[in-house]
Structure formats: C-alpha cells, structure tokens
C-alpha cells in the first residue's frame, strides 16, 4: 500500500498548482498548468490533476489556496484576480468527487498558517505579510486564524500610512481608498511611482520604499501586537536584507507603546502558496 498524501491545490491568477505532499512536506508530485478562465474547466481540470498526483495514494485531506474573497466555511470562491471564478463552489465540489476533507482560505491566510506550522510553531501571535503585486496579510492567534466580522479577512494592504513618495502628494490605491500602504509599497505600485520594477529600483528608491513599509508595520504591531512579523512576497525578496532592515529601523522608531516584534522574512520563500495550500489541508484530514 502507498503512503497516504494531503494534497496542496493553489489557484492562482494566471497558474495553479496541484501536489501531492506528505505530513513532513515532501513534495511526491507535482502538476503547474494555466488557470483555466472559466470555472467549469478549472474545477474539472484539477479534479484530474488531484488523480494524478494522488496516484492511487488514499488522500488524508485536501487544501485550497486562492485569491479573495471567499466564505472559508463553505468553500465558495470569488477570486478578484480571475473576472469569470464567481460563487465556485470549491469545497463542495472536491469533497463529493473525492470523499476527502477539504479546507479553502485566502492565500494570505493559508501562508500565515504555514509560517506558523511549518516555522514558528511556538508563536503565539504570528502575523504574516506579503509584499509582492499586492499587499496582504495573515494573522495566527493562537494556532487559528484570526477572522474578521461575518467571516471577513482584514486587509492589512489598505491602511493608510503617511508615506514619502517622490514629488510629494496622495496616491488613490484601487480600492477606491486614499493612501494605501498597498497603492505604495506593493510591485505594482513601485512601476507606477517609480517608473521601474522593484529589480530597477536604486538604493535610495529600496529606502523609501523599506521607510513606508516601516510605517505600515508599525500600524500593524501597534494594533495587532504580535510577537513576530514574518515577511514574504517577491519584493520583500527582491528587496533582501537593507530593505528589511529599513522597514525594521521604522518600527524600532516608531513603535511607542506595544513590546517591539520581532520581524524576519518568511522561511517559507517563494513556495508559501503551495505550503500555505498543504498548511490547510493538514487541518483539514
Ligand atoms: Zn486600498
């Protein structure tokens, strides 16, 4: 007999990845292939590649990791990042076709848990943040996950911080919001306001940008006080060490009142969905 698997599903934007992972994170399989645009083809598409992977191995617990929003108790996904994915009934779906347990959250929720499982299980009060397209974020309390009211995820990318930006002047982020930290700090903003990609940008530019997630920081650990910010997404990689010893000086600075966190980049690197996705499914089987 083989030996049982979780299976770690993230629906991204443009790709989803299905693998097959034992509780000890070793990857047995692996399947990337484009995002279906239209949910029928998504959800038929990966209940092949979930066979695929499983290979006959009996599945202990299936987790699911994709953009918000989505309602985590029943499993329906909305995600902003893909037009025609409205009301997919995720959970549901998986759960009929393969009689397994299946767990669906928000990535930034499912890479904060991983953080924690996989990391920091000692830490009490873990927020994760992700700097990367966007900004968002995931906050353990006591091993779950802190919800909002009526199921809701709090949005950590849209607090406004008082930013410096280059030629002064506010920045109306997509949301509809004035100043938010993700109209400033994330990949997508950078391009807007510095005219270059995170890769481009020069070390005074990887400054201001490291100052400004500093400020959003220290909003976050004055209201959340947590005892460890774990930082992930391509541009807190890209930016590496000066840019998060910035952001840390800001909060050093600033921070007045709560213990001062301890803030590091994430251990999980650039595999935060796909552990983020297995993350859930161990809490599921
Ligand atoms: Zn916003």
Known sequence: MPTPCYVAIDIGGTKTIVAAMSAERELLERRRIDTPLTPQEGLSAIAALVSEVAAGRAIRGMGVSAGGPLEYRTGVISPLNLPKWRNVPVKAALEDRFGTAVSVDVDTNAAALAEFRFASPECTRLLYVTVSTGVGGGFILDGSIYR?????????????????????????????????????????????????????????????????????????????????????????????????????????????????????????GYDTALFGALALAMQAG
């Open 148 to 268: 909002g009211g009526q199921g809701s995820h709090p949005e950590v990318g849209h607090q406004a911080i008082p930013a410096r930006i280059p030629r002064g002047g506010s920045v109306r982020c997509a949301c509809g919001a004035a100043g938010c930290l993700e109209a400033i700090v994330s990949g997508a903003a950078i391009q807007k306001i510095y005219g270059v990609t995170a890769d481009k940008l020069s070390t005074a530019q990887w400054d201001e940008v490291a100052y400004n997630l500093g400020q959003g920081l220290r909003n976050m650990a004055v209201i959340y006080a947590p005892s460890l910010i774990a930082l992930g997404g391509g541009v807190t990689i890209g930016g590496g060490q000066r840019f998060l010893e910035g952001a840390r000086a800001v909060v050093q600075e600033e921070l007045k009142i709560v213990p001062l966190p301890e803030i590091k980049v994430s251990a999980l």
